[in-house]
């Protein structure tokens, strides 16, 4: 059992509008800002989507370039670029994120539904996702959304060898409309799969919408990481808005503490995933 948290935020994602969640951080100073203020409180880690000039997400390399740099500048969290960003965007442009030299990427290990949509995750493409990381010297977070991901995991491995930095980390993503529930018991089996992974595999747990709490309690429980923010809910409780990724974060920490699991230090995270101690 692991005696400190890693806690990641995801401030943004592509699904939610500017119109529709204002306190929504789409600027690359506002989530310059989301970062400082969640790393004061004990994130270590952040995922990160962008947005265009009309608050659209994107994946221009531009501004992927100077969003990495922008939070390297202001803080020392671990920058983990997303390589799924919207249903829609195309593989060339998915795998083009790397060129934006992030700590980390995302590296989603199948296709799934995704509400009315589909995430497409093809074979060929992961097999490219990630053998392109190796050769980067970038860490995936492998996205599991639903069970069967982590056969694709253990088949990746076996087949193109382990990831750069040499430990393997993943990110169970729970209650996608779709996908697997965001459930203790859903939970539990991905866990229980986890030992046909390489020794000392790492997870942490997302729960989407109403599922965030139960999932941040089960992660824990089973002395896994924890990822909360605005990509994967905008509301507090019911009735609530979010009004801030910190009320997210300061959550998960609290929770992380009653645990007697205390936030790691993005040193400690870099530590634990592989990373080096700056790019």
């Not at 986890?194 to 139960?214: E, H, M, V, Y």
């Not at 992660?219 to 605005?230: D, E, T």
Request: one cysteine or more.
């Amino acid at each position: 059992m692991t005696t400190t948290t890693l806690i990641t935020v995801a401030p943004t994602g592509a699904e939610s509008t500017k119109a529709d969640v204002p306190a929504l951080p789409v600027t690359i100073d506002e989530l310059v800002v989301t970062a400082k203020e969640c790393a004061a409180l004990g994130a270590s880690v952040i995922h990160v989507h962008i947005r265009d000039e009309h608050t659209r997400p994107t994946l221009d390399l531009g501004r992927l370039r100077d969003t990495v740099t922008a939070l390297r500048e202001s803080t020392d969290l671990v920058v983990q670029l997303s390589s799924g960003g919207a249903v829609t965007d195309p593989e060339a442009d998915r795998l083009r994120v790397l060129d934006a030299a992030p700590d980390m990427a995302s590296c989603t290990m199948g296709t799934v539904n995704f509400g009315d949509d589909v995430f497409l995750n093809r074979w060929e493409f992961i097999v490219d996702l990630h053998t392109r990381m190796q050769e980067r010297g970038i860490v995936p977070e492998y996205e599991i959304f639903d069970l069967g991901h982590l056969a694709a995991l253990e088949r990746l491995l076996g087949k193109h060898g382990l990831p750069a930095g040499g430990h393997v980390h993943v990110d169970f993503v729970m209650g996608v409309p779709g996908g697997m529930p965001g459930t203790t018991a859903a939970l539990v089996s991905c866990v229980n799969e986890l030992r046909n992974l390489p020794a000392g595999t790492t997870f942490s747990a997302t729960g989407i919408g109403r599922t965030t709490i139960p999932v941040m309690l089960a992660s824990l429980s089973a002395g896994g990481h924890l990822r909360v923010g605005m990509e994967d809910t905008i509301s507090y409780a019911k009735g609530r808005p979010v009004e801030s990724n910190m009320q997210l974060v300061a959550r998960a920490v609290g929770f992380a503490q009653l645990a007697q699991r205390p936030p790691m230090t993005p040193l400690d995270a870099r530590d634990l995933l592989g990373l080096q101690t700056s790019k």
